[in-house]
């Protein structure tokens, strides 16, 4: 191949040592030259030498993350499954991800049951606390939490109410984990 350029994954075999140097964004294993990311691989025929460089970062959710979820279930005692729709500040998301929320990274507050914080359907904010998946979540933070929420008896939306939500419908009081970014808020 002359000088040229052409779209990588990791993995794919893009040279061998014996004809090549390897550069950036290349592993050498058993004297094969493969991508080690997403990304345009580049090759100097007049140096002899092949790189990857990374064009398109993968967006991932990593320790620190904000992330937008819905909670999914199954909803236990203790903790809950959260699928991850967005990772605030980064691009979008490549792949379907999820995250546990567990009773211990809700609230400061003791809880009996998750139930009391979170309900199936809630769009949450949370912060991702470990680096692998299922990504384990935190809510702990007085920004995070519920940032969206139907009322279990009618399905209305719910509203930010002197820091509760509330249901017009119903007139009834919801409690919930919610986020000081809730986006229904009284007038």
Request: net charge positive.
């Amino acid at each position: 191949m002359m000088n040229g350029i052409k779209v990588t994954i990791p993995g794919d075999q893009i040279g061998v040592e014996e004809e090549f140097m390897p550069g950036s964004g290349v592993y050498i294993e058993n004297g094969k030259i493969y991508s080690s990311k997403l990304g345009l691989l580049v090759i100097d025929n007049k140096n002899k030498k092949i790189n990857v460089e990374e064009k398109t970062r993968l967006a991932i959710p990593e320790v620190g993350d904000l992330i937008e979820g819905i909670v999914i279930g199954p909803m236990r005692e203790d903790s809950t499954v959260v699928e991850i729709i967005k990772i605030l500040n980064k691009k979008d998301l490549r792949g379907k991800f999820t995250g546990i929320l567990h009773i211990s990274q809700i609230s400061r507050g003791r809880l009996s049951t998750i139930l009391s914080a979170v309900s199936l359907g809630d769009w949450i904010l949370a912060k991702v606390i470990t680096s692998w998946p299922p990504y384990q979540l935190s809510t702990l933070e007085n920004d995070l939490g519920i940032i969206y929420s139907t009322c279990p008896k009618c399905g209305k939306e719910l509203i930010l109410k002197k820091e509760r939500l509330y249901c017009d419908k119903d007139k009834i009081f919801i409690r919930k984990k919610v986020s000081s970014k809730y986006l229904i808020k009284e007038d």
